[in-house]
């Protein structure tokens, strides 16, 4: 049996053209699938697991870039991986942690000043990391925490 260990948050999808709201429900397992909920209608249904993670995912975000939904997440399997939401498919996925990744984010000042698609992983190994998502290559690392 999946045990949750996080609900995460909700997240809104907002098509102007058809003036609609779609709102969404992600939920971490203990094992390593997440789940997407669709929870604008009176039953949630689900619409879409994403599985690649050997092991418990830790973090999760969402943001849309050039009109694209993307989720990206951090896994005790040491890895970062980004999912393209439209698609259902892995698009990218960062082996550079050497210990959990705790936490997993895209950065919208990167995205919104210099147009770079960039997520920032924090993990067990005491580094921060900055991910160029869109081509594939570690930007920056940062050494400096003596504890995990």
């Known amino acids: 049996m999946l045990r949750f260990i996080c609900f995460v948050f909700h997240l809104i999808k907002i098509k102007i053209t058809n003036f609609y709201l ?5 939920l971490l397992t203990q094992a390593t699938t997440y789940f997407v909920f669709d929870t604008y209608r009176s039953s949630s249904k689900l ?10 995912v830790n973090s999760i975000d969402y943001s849309t870039f050039d009109d694209c939904q993307f989720i ?8 970062v991986r980004v999912w ?8 990218q996925s960062f082996n550079g942690h050497s210990d959990i990744v ?7 000042y990167h995205y919104h000043n210099h147009h770079q698609n ?24 940062f ?5 995990a």
């Open 72 to 79: 990206c997440s951090g896994s005790s399997d040491k890895t």
């Open 22 to 26: 779609l709102f969404f429900i992600i």
């Open 143 to 147: 050494n400096g925490h003596t504890l």
């Open 102 to 108: 705790y936490c997993a984010k895209f950065s919208l």
């Open 84 to 91: 393209d939401v439209d698609n259902n498919k892995q698009a």
């Open 47 to 56: 619409i879409n697991t994403f599985t690649a993670h050997t092991n418990s």
């Open 118 to 141: 960039v997520i920032c992983s924090s993990s067990a190994d005491k580094t921060i990391r900055f991910w160029d998502f869109k081509h594939n290559n570690q930007l920056q690392i």
